[in-house]
């Protein structure tokens, strides 16, 4: 068995430019239609991000920024509040990773949602209402322009500006310190484990003991 | 035995231990496997050399894919066959228990746990499913999760979370005629909004969730993701008991049941328990709730009218305007008399046996509107069987119903139950998003069974207290 920890870098800090996208309550279903999760790897899913909203049913480009060739390099994106709702399918992060996100800043975000992207190393980092509009703006006048997202320092820096962010505390450390990969941290306490499926009244405890007789 | 909400002692009871990020790893006491979520971490594990830690509390079905009219395999959708051959690849080489449509045990994976009993009281419970929160009506703790934390629970049969905050809502008053669990769940979400539960976990009280039947309780939990809460639970009490006590697994060991229940009963909240929040709702006032957007929030009273969008709070207002664009209805108009063209009575929020039964009472007799597609699809092949042997199923196909196979189904539309173009429909699912139900154009209208089967034979949003019911045999 390798050691999944060896390969597995720290994320504190992304940079890269920006892409807008608007809008509160965008869930997964927009971020990716059930139909293509008709798949058992998550291969290819980033040329079906946000699908709907960019083609017709022609399959003609709608107007999105995922569209737009000024954002084509882009790897920050830049959401509004309760991003990620509904369905805690992990495609929907897997979809945006292989498009090309790195990091997500918006007002809020769905609770699986974020889970699913720290379990990928991309940060979720937020910020009020007006921050955000104000970095949206930027993004769309400065589709070149650098952005820096410092998990450890909880700041966002883009032209002269350097606007406070909120990082979830556990995600900073799991991100900061390089163990956002939870299996090989988890699996290390193995006794542990053991000593707390012991103590479950609801569990067949003479599993275990046949396994120990073995 | 800790002290304080049913939360915190399933909690402390589960917690292995904190880990360095500061997340505690939690024991999961039963992990429950699609075919959707779970191939993705299948091949994460085999990439790892990793194997299935504790197969023994590991549960499969199909449900999202599997096709309701023809079964047969290999299914016509390629797609769909070379899911279900991977999930049964991945169970038979794990040793995990399968409930597959050949065992007669097959159904939405919400619905085979508590029917099959492996759901109980006080179990931590994962699925990557975020309609996993159904479980909570048992006073379980139960969660959605994504594929990289699948692979978790199967590497490990743990998981990493951080502990939520706990809001009670204390739900009272008798219900009208008409008024379901569905529709309570609606205006909670209307009410405390879609992200209003994030960062919590949800306790559903009060003598109206007490006189609920284990069914409604789980329409309610259900759609607790729905309001933000990844959780939401509902405390153990006699009528969970009596639901438990007739299921296989304490049929089959009515040992345990006796042994088990000193310990649901210890995980009660507390009388003295604190809440990070307290939201009282009165559910004498509420009239059958429809939706009116396209999200569960965006919900009204069937005689209330539609919002101005510029009424709602700042960060409702675009999301209003968008939503009611694409349902095309108008702010002052009512959803009464809103045309369908499908109506759709299943789901995990709404297709268990007594959902069926109301819904017949409103059918029987009667006929599906010209020009309404209109099917049922069980919650699972106990419902189904259970629903045919006491003559729904006749009641339902004789008013112009399909009467389908147990899935997903047109909830989200995997498999080829979906709407065409800008087809509405009246459906008892749980999500109105844009696209969900398969077309992009699509318009859903959420409401309770009964308004459902209202609206079928109608061909519009109806009240169903306009329609009287016939008694069933």
Known sequence: ?214 | MSSGTLYDKVWDQHKVTTLPNGQDQLFVGLHLIHEVTSPQAFGMLKERGLEVARPDLTHATVDHIVPTANQDRPYSDDAAETMMAELEENVRDAGIQFSDPTTGDQGIVHVIGPEQGITQPGKTIVCGDSHTSTHGAFGALAFGIGTSQIRDVLATQTIAMEKQKVRKIEVTGELDEGVEAKDIILEIIRRLGTEGGVGYVYEYAGETIENLDMEGRMSICNMSIEGGARAGYVNPDETTYEWLEETDYFQENPEKFEELKPYWESIRSDDDAEYDDVVEIDAGELDPVVTWGTTPGQGIGIDDPIPEPESLADDKVDTARRAQKHMRVEPGETMEGYDIDVAFLGSCTNARLPDLRRAARIVKGREVADDVRAFVVPGSQRVQRAAEEEGLKDIFEEAGFEWRNAGCSMCLGMNEDQLEGDEACASSSNRNFVGRQGSKDGRTVLMNPRMVAAAAITGEVSDVRDLKEVALQ
């Open chain 1, 1 to 214: 068995m390798t050691d999944p920890t060896e390969d597995i870098p720290s994320v504190d800090y992304v940079e890269g430019s920006g892409i807008p996208i608007r809008g509160n309550d965008i869930d997964t279903d927009q971020i990716i239609p059930a139909r293509f999760m008709k798949v058992v790897t998550f291969d290819g899913l980033g040329e079906f991000a946000f699908f709907d909203l960019r083609f017709d049913d022609e399959d003609n480009e709608k107007d999105h920024p995922f569209n737009e060739e000024r954002f084509q390099d882009s790897n920050v994106m830049v959401v509004n509040a309760n991003f990620g709702c509904g369905s805690s399918r992990e495609h929907a992060p897997q979809a945006l990773m292989r498009w090309g996100i790195d990091a997500i800043i918006g007002e809020s975000f769905a609770e699986i949602f974020a889970g699913n992207c720290l379990a990928l190393g991309i940060p979720t980092v937020t910020a009020d209402h007006e921050t955000i509009n104000a970095l949206q703006q930027w993004v769309d006048d400065n589709p070149d322009g650098e952005i820096e997202v410092d998990v450890r320092a909880e700041t966002v820096t883009y032209g002269d500006n350097e606007v406070n962010v909120s990082v979830d505390r556990a995600q900073r450390e799991a991100l900061v310190e390089g163990n956002w990969d939870t299996t090989a941290l988890m699996k290390a306490n193995q006794n542990a484990i053991e000593e707390t499926a012991s103590q479950l009244p609801y569990l067949d405890q003479t599993r275990s003991d046949l396994e120990a007789d073995d």
